[in-house]
């Protein structure tokens, strides 16, 4: 089953029914847009899980493709005719009748199965079998898509291996090929990574223009350069003998970089408090993908939690596009302070949908219907579909971390080092851009310049 492609919509089955999509929509964006807020279910308490981070970064939207599981949903496009269903719930995600187990929390705690079976090993036998249909996740792919999977593999000796391709991935590796360096850049799915997302304003070479148009132009300058390979995949690890695998659709490379630049990027962080995460509870690069990249908007009425102005900038985001914003909660004792400008946050005060506050639980059977907020001491509740939580977010610094403990031979006393002045690493070989870095801002010229001395070194 498909349509007319670029010109149309394309269709795929998503269990039994037809849905229709944009092409490059990701499937999660059309499941929510068909009216489907639940993606999935948990590991062993099978609480309803749904769109949550946009990026892959938490696990909470798997989907068997064509036979073959633990597709991530929210990064893999529509293409047209694929069939797709969700992975756990018995009998559908939407009526998990072993939601039961979460209800049973109390008499099943973490590592109950051991205490209680131990001394009977066939009762234990027969359990496992139970308890493997409960809790796992892990599912064959029909023959037909094992037979569809075939893997390849390569020796990639590109001077620079460039991990991320968002602003500051781009960036570096136009910076890198300009300098005459051989350059593969690994990244998932559409350059442009977050900034593809984002409307703060950045300044690249002569131009100051929104994220999100700076990230498009970057992008296609990096496919049209000769000196550049994009591989669609990722960066799983650094080996001590200097191998970087990376594992792509039907390839896996074994790179030998001369010099690694990471740019990661950063991790949106979650709101610690009940119910953070029911379906409707969204990070906040999550609800400005679906906005500016999937262009889908399945809310109508949204609490935004946040720490700074960041939060503001989102809710001024769902308003354009048609959602009711009905408070905007500043977390107390979270770099906010009540006093008049001491803080970003606190020229948001004239606002008065903001909340000097804190998001205290977030409330719904089955998903996201109100939003309890403590202001003052008191509790009130908020009915919302949406919570968007929009905190500092922090360093995807993980590779780098790691290519410095392979240096260095430890994992103690070891981190930072790689945003010096002179934009390079302590460690040899090894540099560090955009906010895997911690830098607070979309920095291209900076990235460039990171690049180019990365490029220089390899034709000395």
């Known amino acids: ?50 769109y949550t981070c946009g990026y892959d970064i938490c696990g909470n939207c798997p989907v068997t493709v ?9 990064t893999t496009p529509v293409r047209g005719g694929e069939v797709v269903r969700r992975e756990r719930g018995w009998p559908s995600a939407d009526r998990d009748l072993l939601r039961a187990t ?61 991990a991320g391709g968002g602003v500051s991935g781009c960036a570096a590796a136009l910076g890198a090929a300009g300098s005459g360096a051989s350059v593969t850049l690994v990244h998932p799915g559409r350059l442009g990574g977050r900034g593809s997302a984002r409307d703060s304003i950045v300044t690249y070479g002569r131009e100051t223009a929104p994220a999100a148009e700076v990230a498009g132009r970057l992008a296609s300058a990096v496919l049209a350069h000769d000196g550049i390979r994009v591989v669609d995949g990722f960066v799983m690890s650094y080996f001590e003998t200097g191998v970087i695998p990376v594992v792509a659709d039907g390839l896996v490379l074994e790179c030998r970089p001369k010099h690694l630049v990471v740019a990661t990027g950063s991790y949106d962080v979650p709101g610690l408090f009940p119910g953070n995460d029911k379906p409707g509870v969204v990070l906040a690069d999550g609800v400005g993908k679906l906005l500016r990249v999937d262009r889908v908007v399945p809310w109508r009425r949204a609490v935004v939690m946040t720490d700074g102005d960041r939060g503001r900038a ?37 606002d008065e949908r903001v909340l000097l506050g804190t998001v205290r639980a977030a409330r719904g ?3 996201l219907r109100a939003v309890d907020v403590e202001v003052d001491g008191r509790v009130r509740t908020i009915r919302a579909d949406l919570l968007c939580v929009a905190l500092a977010p922090r360093p995807a610094n993980d590779l780098a971390l790691q290519r410095q403990y392979v240096a260095a031979g430890t994992t103690q006393a070891v981190g930072g080092g790689w945003a010096g002045a002179d934009l390079s690493s302590s460690t040899p070989g090894l540099s560090v851009v955009g906010s895997a870095a911690g830098w607070t801002s979309d920095d291209p010229d900076r990235a460039h310049a990171v690049g180019a001395a990365a490029g220089s070194a390899q034709e000395k």
């Not at 001394?119 to 493997?132: C, F, T």
């Open 365 to 367: 059977a089955r998903v």
């Open 66 to 74: 064509d036979g073959l599981p633990g597709v991530t949903s929210c």
């Open 1 to 50: 089953m498909t349509s007319a492609h670029p010109d149309g919509p394309v269709a795929f089955t998503f269990e039994g029914r037809t849905l229709s999509a944009r092409p490059g929509q990701s499937i999660a964006s059309a499941i929510l847009q068909s009216g489907t807020p639940v993606l999935t279910r948990s590991f062993k308490y099978r609480r309803p899980r749904g």
């Open 102 to 162: 979460d209800l049973m929390a109390r008499f099943v705690p973490a590592g109950f199965q051991f205490r209680l079976f131990r001394s009977r090993p066939r009762l234990a036998h027969l359990a496992e079998k139970v308890m493997g249909r409960v809790a796992g996740a892990g599912r064959f792919p029909t023959p037909q898509a094992a037979r569809a999977v075939r893997t390849r593999t390569e020796v990639d000796v590109a001077d620079v291996l460039v």
């Open 314 to 350: 989102l809710a001024d985001q769902l308003e354009q596009a048609g959602v009711e914003v009905v408070a905007i909660v500043v977390q107390q004792g979270a770099g906010a302070s009540p006093e008049p400008g001491a803080g970003p946050a606190d020229r948001q005060l004239d």
